[in-house]
């Protein structure tokens, strides 16, 4: 049975463009009819089981829940993975992802992350509808590690952003998006990921995510 999520969204302007930032780890920009997010990790639950420890698969059958229920929620015609779809190479969980992807009518764009090593039987097996090093759309480009090099509006993942909330009984940590004048890092869409609290960009707005809320801080 899916589970039924709560879903609430903010809306944002950058360069003309409207954004909205969802609570369920996924920005939506309607102009492009493209849902997007970052590092899914596909695999870490098998790659773990493999090695001895018992990570249950419905993590991904979680996470592929959420997403299915993105896609319809916005009515996403294309879906951009702005990198690390994968997490250790092909497995069971990686089948289990393309025998769902057949029910997707969005097409998949990927890009490439650091654990996205993709032999071309691979890419094959995946059949997404392009993978790229980076791309750029609109004012925007999306990679997947932030280039200090690059003068464009950066779109990007990789770190798993999250930030810790402080109070008198007990300190919080949520995943969150991250906004500057240069960038949006996206939160990290797998429930399995950690989130790294330090290595933020500066000067950002920071919005922390709940199962139920988006907030800006």
Same mark, same amino acid.
């Given at each position: 049975?899916?589970?039924?999520?709560?879903?609430?969204?903010?809306?944002?302007? *950058?360069?003309?463009?409207?954004?909205?930032?969802?609570?369920?780890?996924?920005?939506?920009? /309607?102009?492009?009819?493209?849902?997007?997010?970052?590092?899914?990790?596909?695999?870490?639950?098998?790659?773990?089981?493999?090695?001895?420890?018992?990570?249950?698969?419905? *993590?991904?059958?979680?996470?592929?829940?959420?997403?299915?229920?993105?896609?319809?929620?916005?009515?996403?015609?294309?879906?951009?993975?702005?990198?690390?779809?994968?997490?250790?190479?092909?497995?069971?969980?990686?089948?289990?992802?393309?025998?769902?992807?057949?029910?997707?009518?969005?097409?998949?764009?990927?890009?490439?992350?650091? &654990?996205?090593?993709?032999?071309?039987?691979?890419?094959?097996?995946?059949?997404?509808?392009?993978?790229?090093?980076?791309?750029?759309?609109?004012?925007?480009?999306?990679?997947? /590690?932030?280039?200090?090099?690059?003068?464009?509006?950066?779109?990007?993942? &990789?770190?798993?952003?999250?930030?810790?909330?402080?109070?008198?009984?007990?300190?919080?940590?949520?995943?969150?998006?991250?906004?500057?004048?240069?960038?949006?890092?996206?939160?990290?869409?797998? /429930?399995?990921?950690?989130?790294?609290?330090?290595?933020?960009?500066?000067?950002?707005?920071?919005?922390?995510?709940?199962?139920?809320?988006?907030?800006?801080?």
């Amino acid at each position: 049975m899916n589970k039924i999520m709560k879903i609430r969204t903010l809306e944002i302007e *950058v360069l003309g463009e409207i954004l909205l930032l969802c609570n369920q780890k996924v920005m939506f920009w /309607e102009a492009q009819s493209m849902l997007i997010l970052s590092d899914m990790h596909i695999g870490k639950s098998a790659h773990f089981r493999k090695n001895g420890i018992a990570i249950p698969n419905s *993590v991904l059958k979680n996470d592929l829940n959420k997403l299915d229920q993105m896609i319809s929620y916005f009515g996403a015609e294309q879906l951009l993975i702005n990198g690390d779809i994968l997490h250790a190479g092909d497995n069971t969980d990686v089948d289990f992802f393309c025998e769902w992807k057949k029910g997707i009518p969005a097409d998949f764009h990927l890009i490439k992350g650091n &654990h996205d090593r993709i032999s071309k039987e691979l890419e094959v097996k995946l059949c997404l509808t392009s993978i790229q090093e980076q791309l750029k759309a609109g004012p925007f480009c999306f990679v997947h /590690e932030f280039d200090s090099q690059c003068t464009d509006f950066q779109i990007t993942g &990789h770190i798993h952003p999250g930030i810790e909330i402080r109070n008198k009984i007990k300190n919080i940590r949520l995943p969150c998006f991250a906004v500057t004048e240069k960038q949006i890092l996206l939160p990290a869409f797998s /429930e399995f990921t950690g989130l790294d609290t330090r290595n933020l960009p500066s000067r950002a707005t920071f919005f922390p995510l709940t199962p139920n809320e988006i907030f800006e801080m």
